[in-house]
């Protein structure tokens, strides 16, 4: 009789170290098979595997465990970590695996919650499923699904993620079984893993059939009149169709009819992002306009059309009206419509202790940093994106307390959720570590992170101000304008350090930072977790240091030692 040998795991935002601390902590000769979905970019290969395997080789050399980018039709083993690959839905059937391009959901592919709801489907109650840190609800229906059919339901404790959304969604809605730290996570799946299981089970409901069939672009259930739920006012925001809702107990879901699929939180998030995004082609549009009736108002002057020119001056400055209102909005929006800043003497956009919540609380929970009358000598500019918390958590571990430089820091965050990331690390080095209110100082011995949905730029006078404005490279908090911010306002003493991460963000800050005598520090790709960034960095020609990761806290003690070059 099988045990509890189907392990299912969910996980987003800061999903990389919980899971490698979890796989790492279970046992080699684990009864089970292990099926893992982190969200993780379309665009970019995935070393997740990788990176699990060496986590797991750290801490058991010996380990037969074995983390791997399933193939399509791939059959299922015991000792097998099968990691969803970029722009697939990891599905499980009665003995293998499917991989389908099938319709996101939460705005995802891979997403949690079609493989729990397959897992849950194909094997009832031989299923575990967990749902690690992650921002929004994704694995939420799925967790429920699981419990549907007698399956096991553990989430990580919100109070441990760094991010605590899918967790506490998951909490709130499903009736969980554990909430356990990670380490406690792998203790009881190893044990559950050797439990036996009964055979009889809840038998599958027609509406988790359909939607585990969605996933796969199954045509009967894509073509099905009869569909679950009943239709909202609601468009979709993938594909502009009516979406369906569907109420599960305290759970509401929606679905279009193409298949794509939503929760609450995650369709709210959808349409902030379609709103921002009609925000800026509106910005686009009416400058454009008025660049355009300027030019023709100045062309029918030259030919003393002075009606004509008239009626384009009067549409230009109503152009130019109509695209203030809406700056003024994207500027807005996010910051609960506070006033503007400058850095480095320009106007950079809405600033706002609502950057950290904005309220009586949030201030009391901002912890205090040592006042000082001098501005700090150097700062240190850090960025890093997927798997930047460890990458991170070893470089300021590792620096003394009386560390002479201030140190920003830009992470790339879900902008839907407050960040834990300031919490965490607090507790990782001794250092204080706060989330940047607009307003802050720069001190020596302190950490500044730049808040979700903000960039975080540093002024010559060592305040930091927060600003809205457009995405760079797709992200907000960008590296790029927090190094060239500092560069602009340390010159020399300025020191920008890359981190692993996807994508090139902070290429084009370093070498602002270069051109202003600044020293660049690249972490080797080769040994970082994802070496998008670094790879980007060193492409630019313009680094000083490439170096493992355990070798830049000694290397930055050394620099703010010594005196600035030139």
């Not at 391009?101 to 919650?113: I, L, M």
């Not at 991010?163 to 730290?181: F, H, K, Q, T, W």
């Not at 958590?393 to 834990?420: D, G, N, W």
Request: charged letters at 20%; proline letters at 6%.
């Amino acid at each position: 009789m099988p045990g509890h040998d189907i392990i299912v795991i969910g996980a987003s935002a800061g999903g990389v170290e919980a899971l490698s601390q979890l796989l790492s902590h279970l046992p080699s000769d684990i009864p089970a098979a292990i099926f893992v979905v982190l969200h993780v970019p379309s665009e970019s290969p995935s070393i997740l595997p990788k990176i699990l395997n060496r986590a797991i080789a750290k801490r058991q050399q010996q380990s037969s465990l074995k983390a791997l980018h399933p193939e399509d039709g791939e059959p299922i083993k015991y000792g097998r970590i099968y990691v969803a690959p970029p722009d697939r839905h990891l599905l499980l059937k009665r003995g293998s695996i499917s991989l389908a391009r099938g319709p996101k959901e939460n705005g995802h592919r891979p997403a949690v919650d079609p493989l729990f709801r397959s897992a849950a489907q194909a094997y009832g109650q031989r299923v575990v499923g967990v749902v690690l840190s992650g921002t929004l609800d994704d694995g939420t229906a799925g967790l429920m699904a699981v419990k549907q059919r007698d399956g096991v339901a553990i989430v990580q404790d919100p109070e441990e993620a760094m991010y605590s959304g899918m967790p506490r969604s998951a909490i709130e809605n499903v009736e969980v079984d554990r909430i356990l730290p990670v380490v406690n996570i792998a203790a009881s799946i190893a044990e559950l893993a050797r439990q036996p299981v009964a055979t009889e089970t809840t038998g599958v409901s027609d509406d988790m059939e359909m939607e585990a069939d969605m996933a796969e672009l199954e045509l009967n259930a894509m073509q099905n009149p009869d569909r679950p739920g009943r239709p909202s006012p609601y468009g979709c925001p993938d594909c502009g169709g009516v979406l369906w809702e569907l109420n599960e107990g305290k759970l509401v879901r929606f679905r279009c009819r193409t298949g794509h699929a939503y929760s609450t939180d995650s369709l709210l998030a959808a349409q902030s992002e379609s709103l921002e995004d009609a925000l800026w082609n509106a910005l686009r549009a009416l400058e454009e306009k008025a660049a355009l009736t300027e030019r023709l108002g100045n062309r029918a002057r030259d030919r003393q059309q002075t009606y004509s020119a008239k009626r384009f001056g009067e549409q230009a400055r109503t152009a130019h009206h109509q695209a203030a209102l809406v700056r003024q909005l994207i500027l807005r929006n996010g910051s609960n419509g506070s006033d503007t800043s400058t850095a480095n003497g320009q106007v950079v956009g809405s600033q706002s202790s609502a950057a950290t919540g904005g309220t009586p609380e949030a201030e009391m929970k901002h912890p205090a940093v040592e006042d000082s009358s001098s501005l700090p000598q150097k700062v240190v500019a850090i960025c890093a994106s997927a798997g930047g918390l460890n990458a991170l958590s070893q470089v300021l571990s590792a620096l003394p307390t009386e560390f002479p430089a201030a140190i920003t820091v830009v992470q790339h965050v879900s902008p839907h959720y407050p960040s834990m990331m300031a919490d965490i690390l607090s507790r990782r080095t001794k250092m204080p570590v706060v989330e940047v209110r607009a307003g802050d100082n720069l001190r020596s011995g302190a950490v500044y992170i730049a808040p979700p949905d903000h960039h975080l730029l540093v002024n010559t006078d060592g305040s930091l101000s927060l600003t809205h404005s457009e995405l760079v490279h797709f992200v907000r908090p960008s590296a790029d304008l927090l190094f060239e911010s500092v560069a602009a306002s340390f010159k020399q003493q300025a020191i920008a350090v890359v981190l692993t991460g996807t994508g090139s963000d902070g290429a084009m800050g370093v070498r602002a930072i270069a051109e202003m005598g600044g020293t660049v520090i690249v972490q080797d790709y080769k040994s970082a977790e994802f070496g998008g960034m670094p790879e980007a960095a060193i492409n630019t020609g313009v680094v000083d240091l490439v170096l493992p990761l355990n070798e830049i806290a000694p290397t930055l003690v050394k620099l703010v030692a010594v005196e600035v070059k030139g």
